[in-house]
């Protein structure tokens, strides 16, 4: 055999390693290998675990926090309540010592004994010093709420400071606390979900030192590709910021909801030309509350709302057509914003609702009312009602009609007692809207608003059907009466002197049925007079002419009706027959 | 030249080997899904909490306010009875000068009953049919204000603590899945040093078990 035989012989018997790639890893490689990536998972692993226990740590303490602030917002309201109702007491007892100096004034005066008007003006001058008195254990009855001169009490004002403020500003820093415990607690979610993967990691590495070839390094590669995509989701987890919200935004929001609770009470008193200050002063607060924290969603929605209100007093006030749709403008935009940021509350949506309608925005108007109502079925009157006014500018009378009656259908199936404070805002507001964004079909929607209220809250269902009934125009009539206070005499008129306490009213009506339920219903500038309303099951003949007296409810020596526009209602069995208006100087 | 011919139990092998890691990539998702959902739970239950610390907070204000407006109205009830006795006597009264004072009497009674009536929520004055007195409307306050309260703040608690409650059940469900998947790791990591039928065996349990957890994690996802 020779040696290239010799070498082929060789070439046939030893088997022939292949060459190993750059970076090949021999077994004892691989060993090396998984046993340090095993205990680099290991430690990392307990790194995480720790991150997670301080996570959950912080989590637990700002919830128990703002559990805590929640409780003290409790207590500060009913503080605030008791000491509120204490103040009103004693405002109502300086009330009464006010009545009975002012008619010990007025005997000395009308006296024709000098002793006894001597004696008169003696009581007058003790009830002074015991009001002097009373002021001085009453912070209402003090500067800066007193006046002294006028003897009016802001008691608005003291409700702000007292009733609306230090809750809001205790329930803010509870809800600060809410946004840090739900973030230390979404960290600590995350580091759990990464010790489990991290775990799924360590048994891949440890399969993979009982394997061969590529299932080999497929396992280790799966484990490592893990393990990175872990150690991004750690540090994603430990670099997202952790909610710190400045105090003092805090305090400038309180603030600010104070004044926008301050300018509403006027809004709905109707004292528009007042609401304009109060407004800008809540909004000046919000906005430099957003200044300190840009995200502050829930200083967009108030922002928002107090917006909306200057916008409504104007409109529905002074009428400056440019501020009005700046205002409204603004509003939307801060609704659209806390929306954005996470504020997708009935709320919201409602406000924004309005906003887009005042701003003749009707389609919009309709998907904002959907969704809060959406979120919201039980307030379905409420909202119902907002949805058929937008479908109103939106779609038409049908459509609004459509889901009037829905809206009223749901009203029937409850007490009234929950929605007459709907109904009244409702009608009053579209009292308002006819005279500043009037639509074609809201007068209807208005009457059948009214007619639904009086029908539920005195026959128990919201369908009225005509009685056939018709009563003529309403006059009303200033009354001549005698000593023993009966009316002698009435006089048509539209206009009565300031301190009138009743105003005569007559109307001539045909075909009302006895025992039918005739309401008289009365407002003072758009706002129902309840004291002033009539109720009676009808006894007189069925034909005829009616004579009524509109009077305050109770006599007494110093106020009488109060000066403004008045309109009087006449329903029978809940249709609307009969309006008049007359004035008061 | 080497040769590499595999043998069915390298294939086993391989396959319960690449079994065991969708099941540990599984069981990790199902992990994942259960920390998820006890969040959910922990949000709700704050939520809930939080509902009912504002609904506590509001029967006791609008209770307040009613007892605020029940005691003004009995004082205006009573000054208007006294004014009321008072005019009475007067009417009867044939002294002149008793009558008038008894007169000034009933006015003063009066002034004061309108004070206190001007503190009262007109709103809910209403007059009892039965006994044609006027009345303050308490219930129907209650159910006024709370449905104002209602209408700007969530006051009950019940709907939250529901989802929450739906939402451990989840998670309490996922869990007893993962104890599942963690039985099927072990049966096929046992079949990996088994004996010839026995690893068959012991794969052929733990595959459906790992079939049906994946079943029941998809379920899960989708009912709950």
Redesign the interface.
Known sequence: MDDLEKGSEEKMTT??KPARPPFALSEEGWKHLLVLLIAGVALFGTVVAALQVNSSVRAARA?RD??AY??K??GK??AG??RY?YE??RL?AH??LV??WA?ERR?AQERTSLTAAQEDERAAARLWRVMDDARSLSALLSPPYFDEETFYADVIQFGVNFLVVPPALTLEK?AAK?EE??AW??KS?RY??TI??L??SL??FG?AM??RGR?KTL?TS?GVLIVTASLAFVLSAALAPVPRIPEESMTLYATGVGETYYAGILELGGAYGRVPDHADWAIESFTQAIALRPDYAAAYQARGDARLLKAEALLFGSGDSQKVSSGLAGSISDFVRAAALGRRDK?TWSRLAWAYFLAERYPESVEAARRALAL?P??GL?LGLQLALALLGAEGQAKANEELEAALAGAEEH????????F?AAIRGLADLERARPLPGMAKIERRLKEAFVSLTYRGTATVRPSGATVGGLTFESLELDAEGRVVGRRPTGSFAGGTDRVGLSFDYTGIPQGALVVLKVYWEGLE???LTQ?ERWSPPSSGRAERVVRA???????GLMPGRYTAEVYVEGELLSSGTFEIE | METEDKTPHDRFRTAVSILIATVTVVGAAAAWRTSVANGQAGSANSKGLHAALQGANAAITVSTYLSMNLGFFADYREHLEKANLLEADAAKETDGARRASLREEAVRERNLAATARSYVDQDYLAIDPETGLEIFDGNRYWEAQWAEASAGQDLDEASFFAQANHTRTKARALTGVTVGLGTVLFLLTASTVAASRARYVLAGIAVPIFLGAVAAVAALEVLL
């Not at chain 1, 007490?415 to 709907?422: E, G, R, T």
């Not at chain 1, 409810?553 to 106020?559: C, K, N, Q, S």
């Open positions: 088997p022939v919830s703002g559990r929640t409780l917002a409790i309201s009913e309540i008791l109702i009103r007491n109502a009330q009464a009545t009975e008619l005997l509870e809410r415990a739900d607690g979404a979610e759990v979900v489990t993967v775990a799924v048994f891949l399969l009982t394997l299932l396992f799966v709320e919201a039980d307030l409420r007490p009234l007692a929950s929605d007459s404070l709907a009244r007079q309840t004291p109720v409810p109770i006599e007494h020596d110093f106020v």
